[in-house]
């Protein structure tokens, strides 16, 4: 700790001496606006535990506030603008939806930091973007799905078909075709974030229909328990959280959105006087994008494949959309050797070659 | 057997299991609203007894407690309603939407602890031998002692109501409550009997959810079961198998519409999304179409309070 | 032994005095809880119902209050008007998205174009989406006696169904990157509905709210449709002598409250949340159902009502926020607020007498 401080303390001078605006802060009140309970499990689960990590890093130095299940619009303006009114200094808004009130109200604060999840508007100077390529994930989860499935049968249970599930969707599609030609992907929208029994029974329909590998993007553990059902003939993948539970059973590895990282780096620039706006979209590399322990299920080699997969991405050397690639309708869309550019990804809103079904638009 | 990769004995054993939750809430408000009573919070009693049906599978190790702490739980919540509507003569309506939302509150603030913990497993009743036989196995067999009970259930209420004193004067204090007073029935006690046990078949109904359909506790679990228990009643014309019917063809057509989602149909899905709803309606409206200028079946005194004066 | 005992006529005093008492009493039992969550129950209390009124940020939250109660009112009101007469429009939440989605595209479809003329064109079309919607359980009850509870209930999830598709497909906005979601109206003058008094968060809707509530008690106390109501409600048998037709009530009713679930839905779409988006819509339909029962049915306690609803979500929030309570806590402490506001109000109608030997 003192040491930090000493740094940061350095730093500051430094900045200061070379003219820098920047000024550091002696106390942080950080300020979280979640979209669901802190015990749905999941999504808003995984960024309390953010927000509970920022408070660890720096104990008396921050102050959090947070506010649950907090709906769009209206709403969400209100309580961004209580919290900026109440003093936050920097306030996390962590759901797409709350993209138009954030810049709505960072105008009206140009002293407060707002910080929004998953959105592409930076209106103000004050408003920062932050996300995750969970995309990255999905294709060492993809690996994996390729090759453990028998039945050549993969499955994926979508929530709403916007760009960020179907970018999942086709970067773990494409994985699994890499490493197994046959393999054939079903693809289940539940037109829900968060319905456990509707996710169970998507997952059931998967599971009756052969599917044997099923990756999921809503937020329950519903589909591991479905999969548990079968005693081992069915894996899956905990996602948004580490689904420990289900290590010995159909969890074989898991996605686990980790904000403590990014959150502790933000309010500690804001604390040292660093802070800049940005648009941070980082993956596996920076640590958002955590791989959960792969289990003893998968085969030593698979798993070598995956982990080497997983640290290839880390290291940059490897992009799960790297062409060529063509689009379902058999259009190009990456060249031999291109990567696919962030604009691409964020607007995604087509399947891949090979991938069966339409998109619902 | 396959229709388009769609086996149909998979499909109806599999929909038996997840009509579950809504059947037995479902047969609960029938008798509630048979005696006159119309009570909204079911969704709030639902999710009460999935919290409650969870803690105590959790702490005794036994699913079977479990299920009996999940009706205990939704019973009391009901008890709520019952002092209210019965005692304090509130409005049954408004009271049974604030009974949802406290419901709800109670059970996320009661759930804390007790996510991502596995609950003990209800199993398949009966051994494989049976559950293995082609056809018959899957849907006759293989299910786990909750599927039969819900189908008891309904066997006996339907009994209950068609042919018994009980259900006689369960009948007569909701058709006319002055008319079974004057009888000298005691009009808001057997109402708030009939509240209780309205509210410990959807705690159970939401047991089913947290212990079996999806073992596990999260916040909101029952995500709206208890409207469409409430519409399934109504579907049902206040009439136990009809309630069996209206279930399982709701439970059926999602299941249904998943599954065509995987077999690549090429329906849009989206449509196949709403087609659960949608059906239901148009089935309502087949089957009331034919009964045209009769009444629709509801109990004459549904949802008005009762005071002795006398 | 305590027993009830009905009131020759309904008492005055109580009428007025039961929501105090009630507020009350919710404090005490409220406190208790909060006490036992090791809050300070009194700052807990003055949290919720004092400071969005008179706190320090009140010059802000004031406004918040009619932008929370608005939509509920308005809607409530035309619930009132079918509770009344016996019909059971449950699915407001539908009729409001559906308008949202009927104004928002007419808006939408002639964008950027600017005339005064769009936003009352797109005010009738969301009153008329609603309608719509509602007709639909009016004419299924009507020509096939098919129950509207059930009706307007299903048709919510197919709204919201359609509300998805329109964010993610026809109504999404072609600059949005391919995110789900509307333009914004914020954007869009000529179709926006902005505050015309951001002080008190007045806006188009919230006029509409309180003008409504003024129509509806000048209906329902002078007008003939407004005693039809109130006889089919109260005699149904003897309204039919009274030559009012079953059908046009249904008709009636379902259509005002739909058209008003409509418009409240658009011009909360294109006034405070701004845009199209899946998650839209949050509840008010259902709300509404409360409120209508708080205000009695009686579109001036509706107005009330809703103000009450609105307070408690408003300072719920804060109490949230600032004291670090979990959001379930006051979803109980709005729960138990209804309860004795509904318990209390019995002594309205009854009082209590000690009951001497036996009955």
């Known amino acids: 700790m003192k040491r930090r401080n000493l740094l940061a303390s350095a730093a500051m001078g430094l900045m200061l001496a070379s003219g820098a605006f920047a000024q550091g802060m002696d106390k942080v009140k950080a300020c979280f606006v979640y979209v669901g309970p802190i015990g749905d499990g999941g999504w808003t689960f995984q960024h309390h535990q953010g927000a509970m990590a920022v408070q660890e890093e720096f104990g008396d130095k921050v102050e959090i506030q947070y506010q649950e299940s907090v709906p769009e619009g209206a709403d969400a303006e ?79 249970i979508g929530s709403f078909p916007i760009p960020e599930v179907v970018m999942g969707i086709n970067s773990y599609y494409l994985a699994a075709k890499k490493v197994n030609p046959d393999v054939q992907l079903s693809v289940v929208w539940a037109f829900t974030w968060f319905d456990p029994a509707k996710e169970a029974d998507a997952a059931k329909a998967l599971i009756d229909q052969g599917v044997d590998v099923i990756a999921s993007h809503t937020d329950s553990t519903a589909v591991l328990a479905e999969a548990a059902k079968t005693d081992g003939k069915v894996i899956g993948f905990g996602q948004a959280s580490d689904m420990a539970e289900y290590k010995d059973g159909p969890r074989v590895t898991s996605i686990i959105d980790n904000w403590g990282p ?53 290291a940059g050397t490897v992009h799960p959309f790297t062409g060529p690639i063509k689009k379902q309708d058999g259009s190009d869309w990456l060249a031999e050797g291109a990567t696919a550019p962030d604009g691409d990804l964020l607007g995604m809103n087509f399947y891949v070659e090979g991938i069966t079904g339409d998109i619902p638009q | 057997m396959d229709f388009g990769g769609i086996n149909p004995v998979i499909l109806i054993a599999t929909l038996m299991a997840s009509a579950v939750p809504i059947l037995l809430a479902a047969l609960g408000e029938t008798v509630v609203e048979r005696s006159g009573v119309l009570n909204l919070g079911v969704e709030g009693m639902m999710i009460i007894g999935a919290l409650g049906g969870f803690v105590v599978a959790v702490q005794t190790g036994s699913p079977v407690l479990g299920f009996i702490g999940g009706a205990a739980a939704g019973a009391a919540l009901s008890l709520i309603f019952a002092l209210l509507t019965q005692v304090f003569l509130a409005n049954q309506v408004a009271t049974g939407l604030a009974l949802t939302l406290f419901g709800l509150g109670v059970s996320s603030l009661g759930g804390q602890g007790y996510n991502g913990i596995k609950p003990p497993r209800t199993g398949q009743l009966l051994p494989d031998a049976l559950a293995d036989l082609p056809v018959i196995g899957p849907i006759l067999f293989g299910h786990d002692w909750v599927v039969y009970f819900s189908i008891l259930m309904t066997a ?48 159970m109904g939401g047991a089913y959810v947290s212990l079996a359909r999806v073992p596990q506790w999260v916040d909101g679990i029952t995500a709206g079961a208890g409207w469409i228990a409430l519409a399934i009643v109504v579907f049902a014309s206040w009439k136990p198998w009809r309630v069996l019917i209206g279930a399982y063809l709701f439970g059926g057509i999602t299941v249904l519409q998943l599954n065509l989602q995987v077999a690549g149909s090429g329906i849009p899905v989206e449509y196949l999304s709403m087609a659960p709803y949608l059906i239901t309606i148009l089935v309502l409206v087949i089957m009331s179409a034919g009964r045209k200028g009769k009444a629709n079946g509801a109990p004459a005194s549904l949802g008005q309070n009762f005071h002795a004066s006398r | 032994m305590l027993r009830l005992e009905k009131r020759p006529t309904p008492s005055r005093f109580w009428l007025y005095a039961t929501p105090p008492v009630a507020v009350i009493l919710t404090m005490i039992a409220g406190g208790i809880l909060f006490a036992a969550m090791g809050k300070n129950p009194f700052e807990v209390i003055r949290t919720i119902f004092w400071d969005p009124v008179f706190g320090e940020f009140a010059f802000y939250l004031r406004g918040q209050l009619l932008v929370k109660a608005g939509p509920l009112i308005l809607i409530a009101i035309g619930l009132a008007l079918g509770f009344r007469a016996g019909i059971w429009n449950i699915g407001a939440e539908g009729q409001y998205i559906m308008g949202a989605i009927f104004g928002a595209s007419v808006g939408l479809a002639v964008f950027p174009t600017e005339s005064r003329w769009i936003f009352p064109l797109m005010v009738v079309a969301g009153a008329f989406g609603g309608w719509l919607w509602a007709m639909i359980p009016a004419i299924l009850k009507t020509r096939f006696n098919t129950n509207e509870i059930l009706v307007s209930l299903m048709l919510v999830y197919v709204a919201e169904t359609i509300l998805a598709k329109a964010s993610t497909g026809f109504l999404k906005n072609p600059e949005g990157m391919g995110f789900p979601g509307s333009r914004n109206f914020s954007s869009y003058p000529a179709a926006q509905n902005a505050f015309l008094y951001e002080p008190l968060g007045l806006h188009w809707g919230g006029v509409a709210a309180l003008v409504t ?57 294109t006034g405070p949340a701004g845009q199209i988006s899946i998650d839209f819509n949050t509840g008010y339909g259902f709300t509404a159902i409360i409120v209508a029962f708080l205000g009695r049915l009686n579109p001036l306690g509706i107005v009330l009502a809703g103000f009450l609803m609105a307070l408690t979500y408003v300072g719920g929030e804060m109490a949230s926020t600032n004291l670090g309570l979990p959001d379930a806590a006051i979803q109980v402490f709005q729960g138990m607020l209804l309860f004795f506001l509904l318990a209390v109000d019995v002594l309205t109608n009854y009082r209590f007498r000690l009951a001497v030997g036996a009955h």
Not at chain 2, 191 to 197: G, S, T
Not at chain 3, 221 to 245: D, E
Request: hydrophobic share 45%.
């Open chain 1, 78 to 156: 209100r309580v961004l603008t209580q919290m900026a009114l109440g003093g936050c200094n920097i306030i996390f808004t962590t759901s797409f939806g709350y993209m138009d009130a954030t810049n709505a109200v960072a105008a009206k604060f140009p002293d407060v930091k707002f910080e929004h999840a998953t959105g592409f508007k930076r209106d103000s100077a004050n408003v920062s973007t932050y996300n995750a390529r969970f995309y990255e994930g999905r294709a060492v989860e993809g690996v994996i799905a390729g090759r453990m499935t028998k039945s050549n049968k993969i499955g994926y």
């Open chain 1, 262 to 314: 990014y959150y502790v780096k933000r309010v500690g620039a804001l604390l040292d006087g660093s802070y800049a706006q940005q648009d941070a979209w980082e993956g596996i590399a920076g640590g958002e994008v955590l791989i959960g322990e792969i289990t003893d299920k998968v085969p030593a080699e698979v798993k070598a494949e995956a982990e080497k997969l997983r640290d290839d991405i880390a």
């Open chain 2, 156 to 203: 006996v209420l339907w009994w209950v109501l068609k042919a018994t004193r009980i259900g006689l004067i369960i009948r007569a204090v909701g058709e006319s409550h002055e008319a079974a007073h004057a009888l000298g029935y005691k009009v808001n006690r057997i109402r708030l009997m009939c509240i209780a046990f309205g509210g410990a078949m959807a705690g």
């Open chain 3, 213 to 269: 509530g003024v129509l509806a008690y000048i209906l329902l106390t002078r007008h003939q449709a407004g005693f039809q109501i109130r006889l089919a409600g109260q005699a149904p048998r003897a309204a039919r002598f009274h030559g009012v037709s079953p059908t046009r009530l249904v008709v009636l009713c379902m259509g005002i409250s739909g058209a008003l679930a409509g418009l409240a839905g658009m011009f909360e779409v």
